[in-house]
């Protein structure tokens, strides 16, 4: 109610001081107001397949980039950061992640290691799955390095929360993290994404 009615007095005000076309230019972000604000719990309860998640039968195929944008220093997987994006794919999934490095400064890495709600200073670079870890997941200088890509293949094989993380030493704890969950139910999708 606060927010139409001070859309309402905004829309009123560049109405009368900006003639029809600011009317005209303004009409759509003041209908618009009340949606926008639904939107986000909207959007994180919605289950999405986006464009990098594919599904083959059981296979699962995941294009995961970090540093896909420059939020966060690059330090951000399909430019999520901080566990505010859940990829979901069903117990006893094949699944395949396509990691790319398109961060120009820093290597990076990507495992599946058990949940938390804040990222520690430290992530044992320990994988909750046989295979569900990129190479050298802590160094600086043997990583996946900028421009480099690595394809890691696990089975989704125990329903649970856990998370996507980067190993590199404080990268988690700045925001390189989201959560990854195996669905008892056979959901697969994503929520959250940017
Ligand atoms: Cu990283």
């Known amino acids: 109610m606060k927010r139409s009615a001070f859309s309402t007095a905004l829309f009123l005000g560049l109405a009368a001081c900006g003639g029809s076309d600011s009317a005209e230019t303004e009409a759509p972000a003041a209908t618009e107001a009340p949606a926008a604000t639904e939107a ?15 599904m083959d039968g059981n296979n699962v195929t995941l294009d995961i980039t970090a540093g896909s944008t420059d939020r966060g ?18 117990v006893g999934a094949n ?8 961060d120009p400064n820093m290597a990076h890495s990507l495992g599946i290691s058990e949940g938390f709600e804040t990222a520690p200073a430290m992530v044992d670079p320990v994988a909750v799955f046989d295979g569900a870890i990129t190479s050298n997941p802590t160094s600086m ?23 996507m993380v980067c190993y590199v030493a404080g990268h988690a704890v700045s925001g390189m993290w989201v959560k990854f969950v195996v669905s008892a139910d056979g959901e697969a999708g994503v929520t959250g994404a940017m």
């Open 73 to 90: 220093n690059y330090w951000n997987y399909n430019g999520s950061q901080f566990g505010e994006m859940t990829i979901t794919v069903p």
């Open 40 to 54: 986000p719990a909207a959007a994180s309860g919605e289950m999405t397949m986006p464009s990098w998640y594919a």
């Open 95 to 102: 699944v395949t992640v396509n990691f790319s490095n398109n």
């Open 141 to 163: 200088t043997e990583g996946t390095m900028p421009g480099t890509s690595e394809t890691i293949s696990f089975v989704a094989s125990e329903a649970g929360e856990y998370v």
